[in-house]
């Protein structure tokens, strides 16, 4: 079994021996690739210094919504910058509604998502994208901006299922992460079940949501418990969820 988690930050600071071990323990448990995000410009540079020693990582660059205000000012140039040296994908990027202090924040998460968008429709790169209460403004800058002709994926996916229609016609994949694995969340395994088999993808966001009865860190490693639920709720074997969601991964990235 092969598996691919489109989805983890393994730069982050409370890894505090590295990611290292944590790669290892990845593979060992079948987890073969891993996407790793940047959330803002000043771990773009641990993002790249982390791929480029691991080949099972991958990166991907770019201003999460929680951090739009710290950015500088030539942050869309260095983007542009690191996209151009790179393969990278651009993310993590979005629109987030539930931690908005003001209309200017509002703003300005709104201006620097759409800024991206444009850069990733330009450069033609794939697109990891963060909604949260913002459904109806995302595919509305969407549609105004454009995706990128290689697609995307919303991550974490916390929208309803019938919105799992509406993304998925614009091309972008849905991919979901060990939120599903909570018993009570109605509302994602029922999303889990409209996913067309060629759309859907499996994650974590490393080290954070972990899957239930995980205490700690969330690393890669525990996405297998995420596979287990989704193989459950669609009927089918981890091993055919795996091989699903690794081949839409590759079509996504490569
Ligand atoms: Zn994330």
New binding site residues.
């Given amino acids: 079994m092969q598996i691919f988690d489109v989805?983890t930050?393994m730069q982050d600071k409370r890894y505090i021996k590295g990611y290292d071990s944590v790669l290892k323990r990845a593979v060992k448990n079948s987890v073969v690739k891993m996407m790793c995000?940047g959330l803002h410009e000043y771990d773009w540079d641990q993002v790249l210094d982390i791929t480029n020693e691991a080949p099972e990582i991958y990166p991907a660059f770019g201003i999460?919504p929680w951090f739009v205000e710290d950015r500088s000012s030539n942050w869309l140039d260095i983007l542009e910058e690191k996209l151009l040296a790179t393969t990278a994908s651009v993310g993590?990027i979005g629109i987030d509604k539930v931690v908005l202090n003001s209309k200017k924040e509002e703003n300005t998460q709104e201006m620097v998502f759409t800024e991206q968008l444009k850069l990733a429709k330009k450069l033609n790169r794939p697109v990891n994208i963060?909604c949260r209460n913002a459904w109806g403004k995302l595919i509305e800058i969407i549609d105004n901006t454009g995706l990128p002709d290689r697609g995307g994926l919303v991550?974490?996916y916390s929208g309803s299922h019938e919105m799992v229609k509406v993304l998925e016609k614009r091309g972008l994949m849905i991919s979901f992460s060990g939120s599903v694995t909570k018993i009570n969340n109605k509302k994602a395994r029922k999303a889990v079940l409209s996913v067309s088999d060629k759309m859907l993808l499996i994650e974590t966001?490393s080290p954070?949501i972990n899957p239930e009865g995980i205490t700690g860190l969330n690393e890669p490693k525990y996405i297998l418990k995420n596979l287990e639920t989704i193989a459950e709720l669609r009927g089918k074997s981890m091993e055919e969820i795996a091989s699903i969601t690794f081949e839409n991964s590759l079509r996504l990235f490569d």
């Fill in positions: 989805h930050h995000c999460h993590e963060h991550h974490s966001d954070d």
